[in-house]
Structure formats: C-alpha cells, structure tokens
C-alpha cells in the first residue's frame, strides 16, 4: 500500500512540549517558536544574522523537521526581547531562566499527522493495525532523519573520525550531496568528490566561505585534513556524531529483536539499514523490551543487562570497535557521550479518525492524535503501521 505524509506542512504537526524554570531575572530569554518550511538549525542561523546575535548564543532542546508545522522552545542569551511575526515562523517571548535551554526540560512532543492516499476498502484494516500498534508499542529507533549525512559511497563522517581517517571524514563532509540541494550545489560537490586532492581545482570552484577556508589550507598544506576539520561548526560536528552512534544503537536493537523474539518479522528498508518490527509477542517478552534502556555507544556506557551487554559487543566487534575509541578523538569539540534510550515506545493518548481526503478525491486520510516521549520519532510509528500491509 502506497501511503503519503507530509504532502503539506499542516499534515505533521508537532507541539513540544517543556518544563522551563522561568524565573524574573535571569540572562537567558525563553521562546515559543513556531515554524514550517525551515529546520531548527537553518531558522536559528538566521535569527542569528537578523537580531545580530551570535549563533552560539542560541539554544534548544531538539531538532525539528522542515517539512512539518512545528512549535518548540529556544533560548536566547541576551538582555533584548524579541517578538517576531514572518509568514513562515514567529518568535514570541515567554519568559526569562537562568540557564540555556536543552534536552533535559522536554517532556515530550504533541503530534497531529495526517496519512493520504488511502483506499476505502483498506479502513478497516488499517484501524486494527494502529490499534495494534498503540496498544503494543514499536520499536524506538532511530528514523531517517537522524541519517541525513550518511553518505552511501562514503560512509559515517563520524566513523572515519574515530578511525583516525581524517582525509575521508573531510571528503564526507565537503562532498555529500544532500536530497535538498539544488541542482548547483550537486555539481559543485560531485566535482570535488571526483577531483579530490586536487586543491587548486577544488579551489576555483568553491562557493562557501567554509570551502574556499578549506581548500585554500589544504593547497598550502595537502595533508592538512585534521586542522582543517576544527573548524567546523560545533553544531555540524555533534550532528555527525550523533549520527553514527544512532547508526550502532539501531544495529543493536535489531539484533535483539532477531535473536531474542520469535518472529514473524516486517520490515522497512532506511537510509542506514532495515527496521525490523515485530507484530505480536507474548506478556513476558512485552515486559522485558518495554521496561528495557539501551545504552548509546559511546565513553562509558551503562547497562546491567547481560543480553544488552552482549549485543553492545557483538556490534561494536562487528564495526571493529573497541570502547576506548569514543576517547581518543582529536577533536576537542568532537564528544562521543553515552547515554540510554528506550528499546520500546507506546503513543499516549491515541486518537484516530479517517476523513475523506482532500487532496487525493476518492481517498481517505487517517488523522491520528498522539503524544511521545522526547527523541522518539512519530515517523516510525507510521512505519510500525504499515509495515504489516506490506506483501
């Protein structure tokens, strides 16, 4: 069955949700940001530019998408307030803390999505499916976006860093193509990825300060990669890494649901390797992956399952890693932190209706209400639905 999501911003809505410690004097500004057609990243540089204050004095809690109608809290540090209305994001002022915002004040994320394209006759069945689904729970990887710098011909930026291949980690970076680059921007990248080492010609045909910064250090110094790679920005960096470790994550989490389920099994083919969903499984193995944490990969992970334990190493010995890697990058700004994550999610507060589809006439469209925990993707529980309608 061939579904469609986010044929327009207004079908995935996302409301996050936070605990700010507003207080009446603090140096930090807290916002309500609403915003469609831009990501996080993208919209705070240009506030950044437009209220001339430097990026880093920007904070948030998480990345949203661009495709998608979204309202997060960021903060701002400076002693201005600032109220802005633009036709595709406002900044309204909430508040003032003593402390930036970040990951730990979100508690979670309110979705609103609407699936298209769907066939009168499939109703029925796709309602047991969601029903199945919500009461069950899914798997909590981690989905495509979290992959967007993988690059297929190269690999993980970050896995070339803790391997100490810096040429390769530097090629990665200048010379992925993206799906959202514009036609101008793929010929530039795949010149480079062909005429690699040829700084000069590299050179002339740069475009961003970045890479004219780059490939005029790496003509004086061809073997320059490392130092050429601190300066890049912090936030490009953390994105990198967090990439790759989501990578090992979900190469764990699906090993544990092979070896230690029954099956049958369905699956969805991702940028970074199959997610494998189980349909149905017994009370027991229920309790053991919905109260189950796994750790990140990274400096000192924590976990006293014996089956989690096992697993880590066999995906770390299957990429040819050893923990002590995660401490040896050259990079001061590059940290490789651990932390745990659930195996399992379940939607609260699930809601569901089907209305006639708008866009697609003679078609359906399933709205569906829910809210998860932060950093769990809504997206994969669309993937979790409809894997099961797959042949």
Known sequence: MRIKIKAKPEDFAVEEIASLPLVNKGEYGAYLLKKKGWNTIDLLLELSRRLNIPFTHFSYGGRKDRYALTSQYISIKSPGSFDLREKNYSLMRVGVMERPMGPDLIRGNKFEIAVRKLNKDDTDKIASLVQNAGSNGYPNYFDDQRFGSFDSRQGFFAEKLLRQQFNGALKIYLARVYSTDN??????????????????????????????????????????????????????????????????????????????????????????????????FDENENRYFRNLTIPVPG?????????????????????????????????????????????????????????????????????????????????????????????
């Not at 961003?208 to 490392?226: D, I, V």
């Not at 401490?327 to 001061?332: D, G, S």
């Not at 490789?336 to 006439?361: H, I, T, W």
Request: hydrophobic letters at 40%; one cysteine or more.
């Open 299 to 391: 400096a000192k992970p924590k976990t006293e399952d014996a089956l989690v334990k096992k697993v880590y190493l066999q995906v770390m010995e299957a990429n040819n890693l050893k923990n002590s890697v995660f401490n040896k990058v050259n990079l001061r700004r590059a940290f490789f932190k651990s932390f745990g994550r659930l195996a399992m999610v379940k939607p609260d507060g699930l809601n569901f209706d089907f209305l006639d589809d708008e866009l697609y006439p003679g078609r359906k469209k399933l709205r569906l209400k829910f809210q998860l925990p932060r950093g769990s993707y809504a997206t994969m529980f669309i993937k979790r639905i409809f894997c099961s309608t797959r042949p």
């Open 183 to 280: 036609q101008e921007e793929k010929e530039r990248k795949n010149f480079f990825f062909e005429r690699w080492k040829d700084w000069e010609a590299c050179l002339k045909k740069a475009k961003t300060r970045f890479e004219k910064r780059a490939f005029a250090f790496l003509a004086r110094n061809p073997s320059g990669f490392l130092e050429v790679l601190k300066g890049m920005p912090r936030h490009e960096l953390s994105a990198f890494i967090a990439s790759y470790q989501a990578y090992l994550w979900n190469e764990m989490l699906r090993r544990l649901i092979k070896q230690e389920l029954p099956g049958p099994f369905k699956n969805y083919s991702g940028l970074a390797g199959e997610y494998i969903f189980f349909t149905d």
